[in-house]
């Protein structure tokens, strides 16, 4: 093997992705420690999906049954695959970490909503993140006391999210001074996830199979049964079961905004981004099928005291002693994930700095010399997703309101660079290597369609008439975000978007 000719390659490559970037307006700022591989470990970790469609399989059950579960994660697949083909193809020509934000210059007002809205979207979801793993920490306790009352305290949770959330902060900042460190992370945190999906399925399927009091459930049953406890008709219900799935493929733009930490991204990312849906998507079909033969009880995995019905789960087919084992794997693994979102969060919010997008923009688009990471853009997002935990102390329901708003903005601005794409035609995209060519045009349409009908069911109620603790506030927290948006852009953006020097 000649070692100088793939030196000589890599630099060529590294060379070339700086003058991509100087095309783009920009100097690069990274270095390029993560691989195609660590890229995609860390995608994986994102979508953490077979764990995040699992810990909703109660909302699966209610909303369509194991035909919605399994059907209805095979058709959200397909889907989420055109909304990431059609992603892949347009950060293939502008490999930047502002990512689908990033609009030709006539549609700078468009791009700033856009940056905003997925800016919005990965806060919420790394705070959403560390919402999750707060309830799991807390939960584990309601394991083995039932009555302890700790868990409805509202500091106590505040505490915990609190720490959390400074850990993954800190984390973020020191794991970039050597170069390693971040890929290394990742690449623990992609393996430890994958090795954990087959840990649970072998301890599910090993413990229905060697029980006196379990059985597995039949395949009709698995593969065919179908139920409606919503209230709502049986069509809308389908698009509501949909939410589960879709819950647990979104956030596939991470690799997207780490475009300026790898070799050759205008191939790497979309490769990235695809792998990661499939392997997600195959790795949740696999568990969810596994998941449903071993099913004790459907009605009453929902009542485990700490609320979280994979606790319940799991507690009901290994047991008190193995199911706690497990869920202390799971939370660390979850954790890990939790790094990862955050780092995402970071690079887009720091992107969007550079760009001009936030006040004092100047400030938090420094990249820290002795750190190697955009640290004041990091803390600054800390201290955000660090006030979201303080809705633990007046109201959850705003707060479930806030994590669930995630998925939402995400899906928006995924949906408008495609439908910008459409409407000003596909030949004016200057393609990079990773090209849709013919099949373009019907890509791009059921991207904006998937990204269309998705978004409007998350708006939702669970219920056709809900009471004020059902409602889904999700709208009003959306709505809440545009205006902080629209009202930057008019007292700064416009001033400053792609505008600083």
């Known amino acids: ?103 030709p210059d006539w549609a700078i007002p468009l791009s700033y909503m856009c940056a905003w809205i997925n800016v919005f979207g990965w806060w919420t979801a790394t705070a959403t993140l560390v919402a999750f793993n707060t309830n799991f920490l807390l939960g584990m ?62 301890a599910f399927l090993i413990s229905v199979a060697t029980s006196t009091h379990l059985s597995f459930r039949t395949p009709t049953f698995v593969f065919g049964t179908w139920t409606n406890q919503t209230g709502w008709n049986d069509a809308v219900t389908w698009f509501l079961g ?19 930490e790898i070799p050759d991204p205008r191939r790497n990312v979309p490769k990235a981004m695809y792998l990661a849906i499939l392997s997600g998507a195959g790795t949740s079909f696999a568990f969810m099928v596994i998941c449903l033969f071993c099913l004790p009880d459907e009605t009453t995995i929902a009542d485990h005291p700490s609320g979280l019905p994979f606790i319940g789960l799991a507690q009901q087919i290994v047991g008190l002693q193995g199911a706690f084992a497990l869920v202390a794997l799971f939370t660390i693994i979850s954790i890990g994930q939790n790094i990862s979102v955050a780092t995402t969060a970071s690079r887009m919010t720091w992107g969007f700095a550079r760009d001009g997008g936030f006040p004092w923009s100047r400030y938090f688009s420094h990249v820290d010399p002795t750190w190697k990471a955009p640290v004041r ?59 849709l060519g013919k099949w373009g045009t019907a890509l791009n349409y059921v991207s904006v369609v998937t990204c269309t009908v998705v978004s409007i069911f998350f708006f939702f109620p669970s219920t056709p008439k809900p009471g004020g603790s059902d409602m889904n506030y999700a709208i009003a927290v959306f709505g809440a975000m545009m205006l902080v948006s629209l009202t930057f852009w008019f007292l700064k953006g416009r001033h400053t978007y792609f505008r600083i020097e």
């Open 1 to 103: 093997m000649n070692f100088e000719n793939i030196e000589l390659a890599i630099t060529k490559h590294v060379d070339q992705d700086a003058l991509d970037l100087v095309a783009l307006g920009h100097d690069q700022a990274f270095s390029r420690k993560f691989n195609l591989w660590s890229l995609l470990a860390l995608a994986f970790c994102v979508l953490g999906s077979w764990g995040a469609i699992s810990s909703d399989l109660a909302t699966g059950f209610s909303s369509g049954g194991p035909v919605i579960i399994l059907w209805g994660l095979v058709l959200v697949a397909l889907c989420n695959l055109c909304v990431v083909l059609s992603l892949g193809e347009l950060c293939s020509s502008m490999p930047s970490a502002l990512g689908q934000a990033y609009y």
């Open 141 to 202: 306790k309601l394991m083995f006391d039932p009555e302890w009352n700790g868990i409805s305290q509202g500091w106590l949770s505040f505490v915990v999210y609190l720490g959390l959330s400074l850990m993954v902060t800190v984390v973020n900042v020191v794991s970039c001074r050597k170069d390693p460190v971040l890929p290394w992370l990742n690449n623990v945190m992609g393996v430890g996830f994958a090795a954990l999906f087959i840990v649970f399925s072998l």
């Open 242 to 260: 949909l939410l589960q799935s879709a819950y647990g493929l979104t956030a596939f733009d991470s690799v997207i905004h780490m475009a300026e």
């Open 377 to 435: 853009a990091t803390w600054a997002q800390g201290f955000i997703i660090s006030l979201v935990g303080v809705l633990y102390l007046f109201s959850t329901t705003v707060l479930q309101a806030i994590v669930s708003v995630s998925s939402i903005a995400l899906m928006i601005s995924y949906g408008l660079p495609i439908a910008t794409l459409l409407i000003i035609g596909r030949d004016k995209l200057n393609p990079g290597p990773f090209r």
